[in-house]
């Protein structure tokens, strides 16, 4: 069986939910009580993305910034793979999604980056079909930390993508 | 001595590791996280997994990561700033040295979660905030529309009234009629009110300021009111003070409203002793005087627990059948002297009283003297006429409006009706027709009143620049109304309307 090891990094603004998708993925749980994250906390789970292939994933969790130009340096040494998130019901975390993103897409250029709009439990699909263009980049995923909606998927979306 | 106190309490928090190129332990001091020889150095934690990707192999290294969470086997947490030294000359191994910080970065956990937890209340505050007005821009359009569907039926009921006590009638009849009437004035009042609150609460009401007699306003709602205070046995004491200029500059009809709304609560909720309205003069400045009114009740008072929010829109302490209304008297009070940039409190003793204090300021003319006002009734001119008959034109698609219009004018005698119920007919006939003056409905099927408006003051047609057109319309926004105006129209006529009102703005504009 074929195993690689790859190290994704998840950005975005702080109370995006970033440490709680990770949690949803890695440990299937959730809780309400807000933890900031400082620093980087690191976690990995193997993910089966066929019947010959794992990958290991190495999680970052990064500490949240409104700013990504202010993420350490040293953090992104070596990443494969990016997730960026943001919180579906606070404008401040999206405000500046566009910006963010065409940065990314320019300092990383062949790294596979997913745009997450996570908390998608606290308003209904028809809000964010109808209010799509609020998003001045169209995300990957609409996820639910807490309902574990998408949460999987946009992971094993990320992981394939990292081997091919 | 001094080896054995750093024996003692001396307790080092760096580890120093020595790795391969493969990530294999060559040598730890395992001071924090103990490793075995040969293990792979991943074994501490993920952290360290895929390290060479980090490296330029060519050249000396020194990479830092800070604030890194890391756990021994036990499970306990640590909070470290591990460094990274690789070096160029491949017999050198990596050096990897962890210092933890623990105790530092805990402080900054604290300061951190505060932080955040503010930054992302006042959002989510701001949202709120954000939320509730939609729904309170949604709710006062809600209330705009639906109190001009009720407006229009409610002319009908009006204005038939009027015509129906004309006609010969037994006395119980005239009894029953009086009613209706009496029912669709208490019902266009509370529409009224409703409105008025949401035009308030959107910002939509405009003042209408204009020259008026202020001493008169003041002794017509003193006569007014003790006759209504002596029907209840209540003393009604008005302290007018004379200072206050005669003439003023500003919009009657919301004075007298304020005014009004007040002394009638006063009256409500006094069963006995007096209601006193005092009016004082502070300083003149600038053509405006400063004044304070009083409106002093020996009622039922209100509990201090309520007395913040008997302002706000709905609300009636009381909600006994005794006393009636809406519950938004207080609320429109409010929103118009904080609209004529004055102030409105409440003093209340339960039991024993209330007080309701305002200070404003009015405008009035320099030359008192020399101001005098035209108060000649508008219904009066048609005792001056010219013509004989007149020719008018109401472009009304609803038969109860066209009822109610025709009855009225037919009463009169000075006037041909031609009805016409669509609005693409309205040009062809002023083209073919000399009017004298045209009721123009808004909201007609096919072209809207304002655009036939339009239309017609375009027309090459000699008299079609001047003839006076007044729309007939519940749509009572200022907006709305300044359109009208723009359009073209001449006046307007407020849905539902009664005989006086039609009767008055039709004499006002015929020759």
Not at chain 1, 130 to 138: G, L, R, S, W
Not at chain 2, 105 to 129: C, D, F, G, P
Not at chain 2, 234 to 256: G, N, Q
Not at chain 2, 324 to 331: A, F, P, R, V
Request: hydrophobic residues 35%; contains cysteine.
């Amino acid at each position: 069986m074929k195993k690689a090891s790859k190290k994704i990094i998840l950005l975005g603004h702080f109370g995006v939910g970033k440490s709680s998708l990770i949690r949803q993925f890695v440990e299937n749980t959730f809780t309400t009580d807000y933890k900031v994250t400082i620093g980087v906390h690191i976690l990995k789970k193997e993910v089966k993305i066929s019947p010959e292939e794992t990958v290991s994933l190495i999680i970052w969790d990064l500490e949240g910034y409104d700013d990504i130009r202010k993420t350490r340096a040293s953090y992104l040494l070596g990443t494969h793979g990016f997730i960026y998130v943001f919180d579906v019901t606070r404008p401040a975390t999206f405000e500046n999604l566009k910006d963010d993103i065409t940065y990314l897409t320019n300092q990383y250029a062949n790294t596979p980056l997913k745009i997450v709009g996570n908390k998608a439990d606290l308003v209904t699909k028809t809000y964010l079909k109808e209010n799509k263009d609020m998003f001045a980049v169209a995300p990957d995923f609409f996820t639910s930390a807490k309902t574990g909606d998408k949460v999987d998927d946009m992971f094993i979306a990320l992981a394939k993508e990292l081997v091919k | 001595m001094l080896e054995t106190y750093r024996g003692t309490y001396f307790h080092p928090r760096t580890q120093f590791i020595t790795i391969d190129a493969s990530g294999n332990v060559l040598e730890s001091d395992d001071i924090l996280f103990p490793v075995t020889k040969g293990e792979d150095i991943s074994t501490i934690s993920a952290f360290f997994e895929g390290l060479s990707a980090y490296f330029e192999a060519e050249e000396d290294n020194d990479i830092k990561f800070t604030c890194v969470h890391l756990e021994d086997q036990n499970k306990r947490e640590y909070t470290c700033d591990i460094e990274f030294k690789t070096f160029a000359d491949a017999t050198k191994p990596t050096l990897i040295i962890i210092h933890d910080f623990s105790d530092h970065y805990k402080y900054y956990q604290e300061v951190a979660q505060s932080r955040n937890e503010s930054v992302i209340n006042s959002q989510i505050l701001e949202l709120k905030n954000k939320y509730l007005k939609e729904k309170e821009d949604f709710k006062n359009t809600f209330i705009a529309n639906f109190s001009h569907e009720l407006r229009n039926p409610l002319t009908g009921v009006t204005a038939f009234c009027s015509v129906l006590q004309k006609t010969d009638m037994t006395l119980e009849q005239q009894d029953y009629v009086e009613v209706i009437k009496s029912s669709a004035d208490h019902l266009k009042n509370m529409i009224g009110d409703i409105l008025e609150v949401s035009k308030i609460e959107v910002g939509k009401l405009a003042l209408n300021e204009e020259l008026f007699n202020f001493h008169e306003l003041i002794e017509m709602l003193e006569f007014t009111y003790s006759v209504k205070a002596k029907q209840k046995n209540l003393e009604f004491e008005v302290d007018f003070d004379k200072k206050i200029p005669k003439y003023i500059e500003a919009d009657k009809t919301r004075i007298k409203q304020i005014l009004e709304n007040l002394i009638e609560n006063a009256l409500k909720f006094t069963s006995s002793g007096k209601v006193t309205f005092s009016m004082q003069a502070n300083q003149k400045r600038a053509r405006k005087v400063n004044v304070n009114i009083t409106i002093k009740d020996t009622g039922i008072g209100i509990p201090a627990d309520k007395l913040d929010v008997i302002f706000h829109s709905f609300t009636q302490l009381n909600n006994s059948k005794k006393f009636k209304g809406t519950g938004l008297g207080l609320s429109i009070v409010k929103g118009l002297v904080e609209l004529m940039d004055g102030k409105i409190v409440v003093e209340s003793d339960e039991g024993k009283g209330t007080t309701f204090k305002i200070n404003m300021n009015l405008k009035y003319p320099i030359n008192q003297e020399q101001t005098s006002l035209d108060k000649k009734s508008e219904i009066e001119k048609k005792n001056f006429l010219s013509k004989e008959k007149y020719s008018v034109l109401l472009a009304e698609d609803s038969e109860l409006a066209q009822m109610a219009v025709l009855k009225i004018l037919a009463q009169e005698g000075n006037f041909f009706l031609d009805i016409i119920t669509n609005g693409e007919d309205v040009i062809e006939s002023v083209i073919h027709n000399e009017y004298d003056l045209i009721l123009m409905d808004i909201r007609m099927p096919g072209t809207h009143g304002d655009e036939l408006t339009k239309m017609i003051r375009s027309l090459p047609v000699d008299n079609c620049k001047t003839i006076p057109i007044l729309a007939l319309t519940a749509n009572l926004y200022d907006t709305d109304k300044k359109r009208y105006k723009k359009m073209g129209m001449t006046d307007i006529i407020e849905k539902p309307f009664d005989e006086s009102t039609l009767l008055k703005k039709v004499y006002k504009y015929l020759k």
